[in-house]
């Protein structure tokens, strides 16, 4: 039986027992496919062994719920390889999302507000969403009103990348919104001037 793990070690995630290969197929008779991907029909499990080796590639059991099972003559290490180069890529297309943070105060200067949505818009087009935050203490919290035009502001600047997830809330001494990608990817803002000609035009 071909030793995959001496040839790919660090496959070794890969079940051993996911596929019987060669002789260690136990089975009277199987429905064989050729190397080439051809039905050779149901044949003797030693007329299989033997097809295999003449082909210099090895029997491959693919299918052992069937009935009789089903084996394959192919290159089994190229096999898992490819497998395991599939698997590697899948991983690594699947985005792991986050929850950034951005932290504000109620008196947060237009310019450090700037830097923070800035910030959030590179984190949205990452595929993060982003929690924004306003941290009231003491009379600050007479003045909900200010956080909460402030966070409508910074929804509106994103409105192109983000969506509200969570709407401006009350947690505690904190208000705070979550913004989500936009589904569609980034939408193209209108300046004021093209949303004028626009409404004009639609008059």
Request: with cysteine; charged share 35%.
């Amino acid at each position: 039986m071909l030793d995959l793990f001496c040839l790919f070690p660090e496959e070794k995630h890969i079940s051993a027992n996911e596929f019987r290969v060669n002789e260690g197929i136990r089975v009277a008779e199987v429905r064989l496919i050729g190397p080439d991907g051809g039905n050779v029909g149901v044949v003797p499990i030693k007329e299989a062994l033997k097809i295999a080796r003449e082909a210099e590639l090895d029997l491959v059991e693919v299918s052992p719920g069937a009935n009789p099972p089903v084996c394959r003559v192919m290159d089994f290490g190229k096999f898992i390889y490819e497998k395991a180069k599939k698997e590697r890529e899948a991983r690594k297309s699947q985005t792991k999302i986050e929850v950034k943070e951005i932290r504000l105060r109620p008196k947060t200067n237009e310019a450090h507000r700037g830097f923070k949505v800035d910030d959030a818009r590179r984190w949205l087009n990452q595929g993060h969403k982003v929690r924004v935050t306003v941290k009231f203490r003491g009379r600050e919290m007479d003045y909900p009103e200010i956080a909460l035009e402030d966070l409508k502001e910074i929804a509106q600047d994103l409105s192109d990348v983000a969506s509200i997830e969570v709407p401006p809330q009350m947690e505690g001494r904190t208000m705070l919104v979550v913004l989500a990608p936009s589904k569609g990817g980034a939408k193209k803002k209108e300046k004021p001037e093209q949303a004028e000609a626009k409404d004009e035009s639609q008059a």
